[in-house]
């Protein structure tokens, strides 16, 4: 069965920071990941998508990375700022169709 | 504007009753899908739907029993409610079924069981 680990489950840091966001898989038979941001009362939206054939994306300020290989992908926040402050999580899909959302991080970033 | 769209936002009811959840999405979307997040926001896929075609069932009790009278919705309805059954119900669609589409998400039913 897989199982998603999000770390660390909560992060605090001064606004301007670059930071990292990790999520790890139990099994490694990855097809592709998303990386999603939920705000409070909200659902989820989407910030990066991770094709099956491609091994990273970017938009703006983030980067987000998978290593197959590993089961790891990580998400990368530069000059980080207040807005960011939210909740991160990853999902993976193997191509059974089947989805795994992840624990997710909760990030405050401090003006 | 709302992408997709979720309806009530949230619901109190007692054990037992039986409710429903609709949800309608404005993207031309094929695929749409519920998912229940619980109170330790642990988010899990239930059903996905692909042009009113269910294509994902995963074990869930058949008292949740989804209904898609067109692409552009699917329902969900939820009979002899349990005190489990509290979470945060949550709806997104999809371009169409392929995995490489990303989803857009309602913003979530709270559903509170007494």
């Known amino acids: 069965k897989q199982e998603v680990t999000q770390i660390p489950a909560a992060l605090s840091v001064p606004e301007g920071e670059n930071l990292v966001l990790n999520c790890s898989f139990t099994?490694?038979?990855?097809?592709?990941l998303q990386w999603f941001r939920q705000d409070p009362g909200k659902g989820l939206t989407s910030l990066l998508l991770?094709?099956?054939?491609?091994r990273e994306q970017t938009s703006g300020r983030l980067n987000a990375s998978l290593d197959k290989s590993s089961g790891r992908s990580t998400l990368y926040i530069a000059a980080s700022q207040p807005g960011d402050s939210a909740t991160y999580l990853c999902?993976?899909?193997?191509?059974?169709?089947?989805?795994?959302f992840g624990t997710g991080t909760s990030l405050t970033v401090i003006p | 504007d709302t992408a997709v769209s979720q309806t009530p936002k949230y619901l109190v009811t007692q054990m037992g009753n039986d409710k429903s959840i609709k949800c309608e999405q404005n993207?031309?979307?094929?695929?749409m899908y519920w998912y229940k997040q619980d109170s330790k926001k642990f988010l899990k896929i239930m059903f996905s739907?692909?042009?009113?075609?269910?294509?994902i069932n995963e074990t869930v009790p058949n008292r949740f029993s989804p209904k898609s009278p067109d692409k552009a919705h699917l329902n969900l309805h939820i009979n002899s409610l349990e005190l489990g059954d509290s979470a945060v119900y949550f709806c997104?669609?999809?371009?169409?079924?392929?995995?490489?589409?990303?989803?857009?998400f309602g913003d979530g039913t709270r559903l509170s069981i007494l």
């Open positions: 999902a993976g899909t193997n191509t059974g169709n089947q989805f795994y």
């Open positions: 991770i094709q099956s054939s491609q």
């Open positions: 993207l031309g979307h094929d695929t």
């Open positions: 739907y692909n042009n009113k075609e269910l294509i």
């Open positions: 099994d490694s038979a990855i097809y592709n």
């Open positions: 997104a669609s999809s371009q169409d079924r392929d995995l490489n589409q990303p989803q857009h």
